[in-house]
C-alpha cells in the first residue's frame, strides 16, 4: 500500500517562495496521477494542482487552480517516488493545509473525486 507523507510547510512573508515535497513510500506511485489539494481554515478542502502518470511517452500533463497558475509548478521525480510543489509570490489568501493526493487521472483529482490516497498534510502559512 503506498503511503504519502508531505513536508516543506512553513511560515513566510507574503511574496516568499516555498517547496513543498511528496514522499510516496510502500509501493510505486508510477502508475497514479498526483496532486495538491488545500484546506483554509473554515473553507473546504480544495484542488490546487495535479500531474499526471507518465503515459506511452515520457511526457507529463499538469492542471491548476485558477488561483495557481502562473505562481505554482508541480512536478514530480523519475522514478515516482517524489512530488514537489514550488510555490512562488505566496499571498496571505495561501495559507492552508496542504495535502498530497494520488488518483487516476487528472481529471478526477481536479474534480476531487475517486482521490485513492491521501497525505496528513503540511502548514503553510503567509503572514507579515
Known amino acids: 500500500q503506498v503511503q504519502l507523507e508531505e513536508s516543506g510547510g512553513g511560515v513566510v512573508q507574503p511574496g516568499a517562495s516555498l517547496r513543498l515535497s511528496c514522499l510516496a513510500s510502500g509501493g510505486t506511485a508510477a502508475y497514479y496521477a498526483m496532486g495538491w489539494f488545500r484546506q ?6 480544495a484542488f490546487v494542482a495535479a500531474i499526471s502518470a507518465k503515459g506511452g511517452g515520457s511526457t507529463h500533463y ?4 485558477d488561483s495557481a497558475k502562473g505562481r505554482f509548478a508541480i512536478s514530480r521525480s523519475s522514478d515516482d517516488t517524489l512530488v514537489t510543489l514550488q510555490m512562488n509570490n505566496l499571498k496571505p489568501d495561501d495559507t ?25 498534510g503540511t502548514l503553510v502559512t503567509v503572514s507579515s
Open 62 to 65: 499538469a492542471d491548476y487552480a
Open 96 to 120: 492552508a493545509v496542504y495535502y498530497c493526493a494520488a488518483g487516476t487521472s487528472l481529471g478526477t483529482l481536479n474534480a476531487g473525486t475517486a482521490i485513492n490516497l491521501w497525505g496528513k
Open 40 to 45: 483554509a481554515p473554515g473553507k473546504e478542502r
